[in-house]
T-cell receptor, first 105, second 114 residues
Framework: KNEVEQSPQNLTAQEGEFITINCSYS?????LHWLQQHPGGGIVSLFM???GKKKHGRLIATINIQEKHSSLHITASHPRDSAVYIC???????FGKGTHLIIQP | DTGVSQDPRHKITKRGQNVTFRCDPI?????LYWYRQTLGQGPEFLTY????????KSRLLSDRFSAERPKGSFSTLEIQRTEQGDSAMYLC????????????FGSGTRLTVV
């Protein structure tokens, strides 16, 4: 069973700051998802990546398959980015516990 | 297609009652997954279907839980004799084939057992 660890668990930052959320896993995978969950439960898939780097707007996701590690970065953070960010590895989907991000104005 | 739909959004039930949730996946997606999420935790895998076949069940899915996908389209998750520990968000997701193409999640059904 893949163990998925995220850090930090909680993160509070000021608007405009550069945010980094980390995800590590124990067993090699074919792909990893970054998900965003807003209060009320809805989950949105942000990225699916199997190598390198992907960018969408202010969000950047990177993965290092050899090191079994992925990061999600948010540039110029905004209060609307406040949510729980979850990484999930593609093996039937094993989820991390999530990082609760609060961006203060 | 408006994505993955789950019904109801919220359900409050008394301990011992049976409840049933429904998930309507994206029509072209042949895989459908059920997850359970408790407060402060990431979702946990319960079961998944490829078309109408239930291919895997987690040990979290006790005998009181049953899931069906009778025609390979919508799915139902039934919990019999609910317990307070069943209180959670139940999430459904769908994908093409192995999911390596990406998952689409529903908004979930929040179950409260009182």
């Amino acid at each position: 069973k893949n163990e998925v660890e995220q850090s930090p668990q909680n993160l509070t930052a000021q608007e405009g700051e550069f945010i980094t959320i980390n995800c590590s896993y124990s067993v090699g995978i074919s792909a990893l998802h970054w998900l965003q969950q807003h209060p009320g439960g809805g989950i949105v898939s942000l990225f699916m990546l199997s190598s390198g780097k992907k960018k969408h707007g202010r969000l950047i996701a990177t993965i290092n398959i050899q090191e079994k590690h992925s990061s999600l970065h948010i540039t110029a953070s905004h209060p609307r980015d406040s949510a729980v960010y979850i990484c999930a590895v593609v093996d039937g989907l094993t989820f991390g516990k999530g990082t609760h991000l609060i961006i203060q104005p | 297609d408006t994505g993955v739909s789950q019904d109801p959004r919220h359900k409050i039930t008394k301990r011992g009652q049976n409840v049933t949730f429904r998930c309507d996946p994206i029509s072209e997606h042949n895989r459908l997954y059920w997850y359970r999420q408790t407060l402060g935790q990431g979702p946990e895998f319960l079961t998944y279907f490829q078309n109408e076949a239930q291919l895997e069940k987690s040990r979290l899915l006790s005998d009181r839980f049953s899931a069906e996908r009778p025609k390979g389209s919508f799915s139902t998750l039934e919990i019999q004799r609910t317990e307070q520990g069943d209180s959670a968000m139940y999430l459904c997701a769908s994908s093409l084939e192995s999911g390596g193409y990406g998952y689409t999640f529903g908004s979930g059904t929040r179950l409260t057992v009182v």
